[in-house]
Nanobody
Framework: QVQLVESGGGLVQAGGSLRLSCTAS????????VAWYRQAPGKHRELVAH???????NYADSVKGRFTISRDNAKNTVYLQMNSLEPEDTAVYYC?????????????WGQGTQVTVSS
């Protein structure tokens, strides 16, 4: 099982930007699909974006046009660039590897990284 560690969260004003990093304990070349999730207080964890090993991306409707997921296999890292942040984006953000076909998370959840957007 690969260990994934999230970082890069913080406090930002509405309209601002953050870049989150998801760094793996080993090569991510064999991770066919990696995703970012988020969980706001009192809400279920939701899938935000995912990226395949070929670079194909998919986004939740709520973040399309504002967030960009990317991966750097040489650095064993998957990024989430978040622009035009809104207070509704406030949540703990997690990353995980997914089963390529079922999209089910493969690993235990890490601690995540807190993103807080002030209005």
């Amino acid at each position: 099982q690969v260990q994934l560690v999230e970082s890069g969260g913080g406090l930002v004003q509405a309209g601002g930007s953050l870049r989150l990093s998801c760094t793996a304990s080993r090569s991510i070349v064999t991770l066919n699909r990696v995703a970012w999730y988020r969980q706001a207080p009192g809400k279920h964890r939701e899938l935000v974006a995912h990226i395949t090993s070929a670079g194909t991306t998919n986004y939740a409707d709520s973040v399309k046009g504002r967030f960009t997921i990317s991966r750097d296999n040489a650095k064993n890292t998957v990024y989430l660039q978040m622009n035009s942040l809104e207070p509704e984006d406030t949540a703990v953000y997690y990353c995980n590897a997914l089963n390529y076909y079922t999209l089910r998370p493969l690993n235990n959840w890490g601690q995540g990284t807190q993103v807080t957007v002030s209005s």
